[in-house]
């Protein structure tokens, strides 16, 4: 398994503002995952991040608003730019696991993110 | 397209059993299982490839019927432990690209 930190772990920010949130992994990984998950809603993807390369945007999802930087193989961060209140929610990160079982996924813990 | 999970809640008395269902329109060559505590992150409980064999957490296990494209997650003899959110996250192809496209999600109270 993988142990995943996220910072920070919350934040209230006010609009048009950009927050960058951080994601350390204890291992070497190659693919990385960011999520955003609305209080009691499902995960909804949005990019797939491997370390070399550009990341993989979802639809809906754009480079400008969410630049993604994967500088090495145990790190990532992503930025929410110029914030509305539309982008308040939990963003993840999952690293895919390198266990006995295929490609499983790892959670982050989460950042809880509040626009005002 | 998004995996359909059925039921969308389930209230259980602890020992209890209960079935959890997760279908794709789309051939499916994997689905994974988790579990979301509220306030926490998706754990990994386990993961159904085509082909392979019927798959066991603890007393929690589940199939995947390839004819219908649908996963089945079993709780059995359920515990107050099992109280969660399950998600299923469903994979069409074993490329490179190995996204999860995820179910809505069932939540699941067991109760004393």
């Known amino acids: 398994s993988a142990v995943i930190s996220q910072k920070p772990s919350r934040d209230i920010c006010q609009r048009g503002t950009s927050l960058t949130i951080q994601c350390q992994v204890d291992s070497q990984v190659t693919m990385m995952f960011w999520y955003r998950q609305q209080p009691g809603q499902s995960l909804t993807l949005i990019a797939t991040a491997n370390q070399g390369s550009e990341a993989t945007y979802e639809s809906g999802f754009v480079i400008d608003k969410f630049p993604i930087s994967r500088p090495n193989l145990t790190f990532s961060t992503l930025t929410v730019s110029n914030m509305s209140p539309e982008d308040s929610s939990i963003y993840l990160c999952?690293?895919?696991?390198?266990?006995?079982?295929?490609?499983?996924?790892?959670f982050g813990p989460g950042t809880r993110l509040t626009v005002l | 397209q998004q995996p359909v999970q059925s039921p969308q809640a389930v209230i259980l008395r602890e020992g209890e059993d209960a079935v959890i269902n997760c279908s794709s329109s789309k051939a499916l060559y994997s689905v994974h299982w988790y579990r979301q505590k509220h306030g926490e992150a998706p754990v990994f409980l386990m993961i159904l490839l085509k082909g392979g064999e019927q798959m066991r957490h603890e007393k929690i296990s589940a199939s995947f019927n390839e004819k219908k494209q649908q996963s089945s997650l079993y709780l059995t003899a359920s515990q107050l432990s099992y109280s969660g959110t399950y998600f299923c996250g469903t994979e069409w192809d074993a490329g490179n690209n190995r996204k999860l496209i995820w179910g809505l999600g069932t939540s699941l109270a067991v109760n004393p």
């Open positions: 999952s690293v895919e696991g390198t266990g006995r079982t295929y490609n499983e996924q790892f």
